[in-house]
């Protein structure tokens, strides 16, 4: 800030103590002597405004964990035949379910089609096991 001599009104240069031209003390200045004359309006970097909206989020419904009757009406849905595949996928995608709900239907859905998987390379094995007993039948009857 710029500071005048209290006794004659001089415009005192910076830092100096006493007014050049009548020699009363400067009045002390509240800022230190290294700041700017003018100081910033502008926000400090640590007056930065935080990450993240500024409204809070509508809170979730609150409910308690997911009983046995939960998991094991789940469970029983999984185990219908199209359906329980459809609300296997349809819930291990979506987050606007319950979390037990969730993970539930995610970890059956990865043991689905491990299952499946093992249940198709067994299927390919024994096929082939029987065709080629088929085969060996038609065309090598003499070995039965
Ligand atoms: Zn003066």
Redesign the pocket.
């Known amino acids: 800030m710029l500071l005048f001599?209290?006794?004659?009104?001089?415009l005192?240069p910076a830092h100096q103590t006493v007014?050049?031209?009548?020699?009363?003390p400067a009045p002390q200045s509240s800022a230190p002597a290294d700041q700017p004359l003018y100081a910033s309006t502008a926000p400090q970097p640590s007056a930065a405004p935080t990450e993240g909206p500024r409204y809070q989020a509508a809170a979730p419904k609150k409910r308690g964990p997911m009983g046995l009757a939960g998991y094991f009406g789940s469970l029983l849905l999984f185990a219908v035949p199209v359906v329980g595949l459809i609300f296997m996928l349809i819930w291990s995608v979506s987050d606007r379910v319950r979390p037990e709900r969730h993970r539930l239907a995610q970890a059956y859905l990865i043991r689905t089609v491990i299952f499946s998987a093992l249940l198709l390379v067994a299927a390919l094995v024994f096929s082939a096991i029987m065709s080629n007993i088929a085969y060996r039948m038609v065309y090598y009857p003499y070995y039965f």
């Open positions: 001599c209290k006794h004659c009104g001089l005192l007014c050049p031209r009548c020699g009363t």
